[in-house]
C-alpha cells in the first residue's frame, strides 16, 4: 500500500475531483487495488497548477494542506467584468478605463496583509443552506459577507500594456510616469497585468481581481489562474497528466511518489527511540522533552529512513499525539 504524494500540475479543464479519480485509476491499473487517495484543496477547472494529492496515511494530513497558505499567478484583463469574474463567465460591465502601470504598482499596497473580501457569486460556499452558484445560476440574488482574509504577498508577474509584449516585474516604474502636467492619457495604460500572489485559506483569486480593477477605476476578470504552491509544495515537485498515466501503464510510483513526511517540511521533526515510538503508538504521553512548546512530526528511523509516527504537540515538556501514522517499521 503506497503512502505519500504525488504533486499533480493540474491542466485546465481538469477539475480536482476527477484528478483523484485519475490517480485511483492509474493506481488501480498499475496493481496496488484500492488506495485512500484525497486531495489538499480544490482547484477550479478553469486553473491550473499545483494540485497535492494524498495516497494512504498522507490523506490524514489534508486538512492541514487545506488551511495552508498557497501562491498564485493570474491575468486580470481590464475594461470588463464578468457574472464568474472569470472568462467563463458572461459579461456584465464595460469600460473605456484602463489603469496605468504606475498606478496598478501604487494599489498593490493595498492589498497586501489582512484584507476584507466578497466572495464570488460563483462560489461553494452555502447560502441557507444552498451553493451559491446554484443559486447564482438559478438566476437568484447571492449576497455574500465579506470575510478577512491575508494576503502575504502581491507583485508583478508581469505587464502586457496595449499592443506591446509583456514587462517582467525588474520594469522601471519611472520611465512610465510623464511629466506631472501630462494628463492620464499620455500614462502607459496596461491592457492587462499578471500578478503573483501568496494568500492564506479562504481567499479567492477571483475576487482579488475584481476589487483590485475597481480600485484603479476600472473593471477586470481573470483570464488565467495557476497554482504555483500549496503549502510546502511547488511546481518543481509537480508531473503532468500524462507523466501520471504512465503509472498505470507500468512506470515505477517510486519515481513520482513523494514521502509523507514531505507534507511536513513546515514543521520540526521529533526523534524517538524505538521504545518511545511503541508508546506513542499507543497514544501515550511522552514526558521531559526538552523541546520547545508547538506541533512536531515525530519520527523513528529504521536505517536511514524516517518513518513518520505521529503529529504531536508539545506543551511544558509533555508530547500528546494529534494525529497517528499507521506506518509500519521494525519497531513493531
Given at each position: 500500500?503506497?503512502?505519500?504524494?504525488?504533486?499533480?500540475?493540474?491542466?485546465?479543464?481538469?477539475?480536482?475531483?476527477q484528478a483523484v479519480a485519475a490517480v485511483?485509476?492509474?493506481?488501480?491499473?498499475?496493481?496496488?487495488?484500492?488506495?485512500?487517495?484525497?486531495?489538499?484543496?480544490?482547484?477550479?477547472?478553469?486553473?491550473?497548477?499545483?494540485?497535492?494529492?494524498?495516497?494512504?496515511?498522507?490523506?490524514?494530513?489534508?486538512?492541514?494542506?487545506?488551511?495552508?497558505?498557497?501562491?498564485?499567478?493570474?491575468?486580470?484583463?481590464?475594461?470588463?467584468?464578468?457574472?464568474?469574474l472569470d472568462a467563463e463567465g458572461e459579461?456584465?460591465?464595460?469600460?473605456?478605463?484602463?489603469?496605468?502601470?504606475?498606478?496598478?504598482?501604487?494599489?498593490?499596497?493595498?492589498?497586501?496583509?489582512?484584507?476584507?473580501?466578497?466572495?464570488?457569486?460563483?462560489?461553494?460556499?452555502?447560502?441557507?443552506?444552498?451553493?451559491?452558484?446554484?443559486?447564482?445560476?438559478?438566476?437568484?440574488?447571492?449576497?455574500?459577507?465579506?470575510?478577512?482574509?491575508?494576503?502575504?504577498?502581491?507583485?508583478?508577474?508581469?505587464?502586457?500594456?496595449?499592443?506591446?509584449?509583456?514587462?517582467?516585474?525588474?520594469?522601471?516604474?519611472?520611465?512610465?510616469?510623464?511629466?506631472?502636467?501630462?494628463?492620464?492619457?499620455?500614462?502607459?495604460?496596461?491592457?492587462?497585468?499578471?500578478?503573483?500572489?501568496?494568500?492564506?485559506?479562504?481567499?479567492?483569486?477571483?475576487?482579488?481581481?475584481?476589487?483590485?480593477?475597481?480600485?484603479?477605476?476600472?473593471?477586470?476578470?481573470?483570464?488565467?489562474?495557476?497554482?504555483?504552491?500549496?503549502?510546502?509544495?511547488?511546481?518543481?515537485?509537480?508531473?503532468?497528466?500524462?507523466?501520471?498515466?504512465?503509472?498505470?501503464?507500468?512506470?515505477?510510483?517510486?519515481?513520482?511518489?513523494?514521502?509523507?513526511?514531505?507534507?511536513?517540511?513546515?514543521?520540526?521533526?521529533?526523534?524517538?527511540?524505538?521504545?518511545?515510538?511503541?508508546?506513542?503508538?499507543?497514544?501515550?504521553?511522552?514526558?521531559?522533552?526538552?523541546?520547545?512548546?508547538?506541533?512536531?512530526?515525530?519520527?523513528?528511523?529504521?536505517g536511514a529512513m524516517p518513518v513518520p509516527?505521529?503529529?504531536?504537540?508539545?506543551?511544558?515538556?509533555?508530547?500528546?499525539?494529534?494525529?497517528?501514522?499507521?506506518?509500519?517499521?521494525?519497531?513493531?
Amino acid at each position: 500500500m503506497p503512502h505519500g504524494w504525488i504533486i499533480l500540475d493540474k491542466p485546465v479543464g481538469l477539475g480536482s475531483t476527477q484528478a483523484v479519480a485519475a490517480v485511483k485509476r492509474n493506481l488501480r491499473e498499475a496493481g496496488f487495488g484500492k488506495v485512500k487517495v484525497g486531495h489538499g484543496g480544490t482547484l477550479d477547472p478553469l486553473a491550473e497548477g499545483v494540485l497535492p494529492i494524498a495516497l494512504g496515511e498522507a490523506t490524514k494530513l489534508c486538512g492541514r494542506m487545506l488551511d495552508a497558505s498557497k501562491s498564485y499567478a493570474f491575468t486580470i484583463q481590464f475594461g470588463t467584468e464578468t457574472d464568474t469574474l472569470d472568462a467563463e463567465g458572461e459579461v456584465v460591465e464595460r469600460t473605456d478605463r484602463h489603469p496605468p502601470l504606475a498606478a496598478i504598482a501604487a494599489v498593490l499596497a493595498h492589498f497586501t496583509g489582512e484584507i476584507e473580501q466578497v466572495p464570488p457569486a460563483y462560489s461553494a460556499l452555502k447560502l441557507d443552506g444552498r451553493r451559491a452558484y446554484d443559486l447564482a445560476r438559478a438566476g437568484e440574488q447571492v449576497e455574500l459577507k465579506p470575510r478577512r482574509v491575508t494576503i502575504h504577498a502581491l507583485e508583478f508577474a508581469g505587464t502586457a500594456p496595449q499592443g506591446q509584449p509583456a514587462i517582467d516585474s525588474t520594469f522601471s516604474l519611472t520611465s512610465s510616469r510623464p511629466d506631472p502636467e501630462i494628463g492620464y492619457e499620455a500614462l502607459e495604460l496596461a491592457d492587462s497585468v499578471t500578478l503573483v500572489a501568496t494568500v492564506s485559506k479562504g481567499t479567492y483569486i477571483r475576487s482579488l481581481a475584481r476589487d483590485i480593477a475597481r480600485a484603479l477605476g476600472s473593471l477586470g476578470h481573470v483570464t488565467y489562474l495557476r497554482r504555483l504552491k500549496a503549502g510546502p509544495f511547488s511546481e518543481e515537485q509537480a508531473i503532468s497528466l500524462d507523466k501520471l498515466n504512465e503509472i498505470g501503464k507500468g512506470a515505477p510510483l517510486e519515481d513520482v511518489i513523494l514521502p509523507l513526511e514531505a507534507g511536513l517540511d513546515d514543521i520540526p521533526a521529533l526523534d524517538l527511540d524505538p521504545e518511545a515510538a511503541v508508546a506513542v503508538r499507543q497514544g501515550r504521553v511522552l514526558t521531559g522533552l526538552p523541546q520547545g512548546e508547538g506541533l512536531y512530526w515525530a519520527r523513528v528511523f529504521t536505517g536511514a529512513m524516517p518513518v513518520p509516527i505521529a503529529l504531536m504537540q508539545v506543551e511544558a515538556g509533555s508530547a500528546k499525539v494529534v494525529r497517528g501514522f499507521n506506518l509500519p517499521d521494525v519497531a513493531e
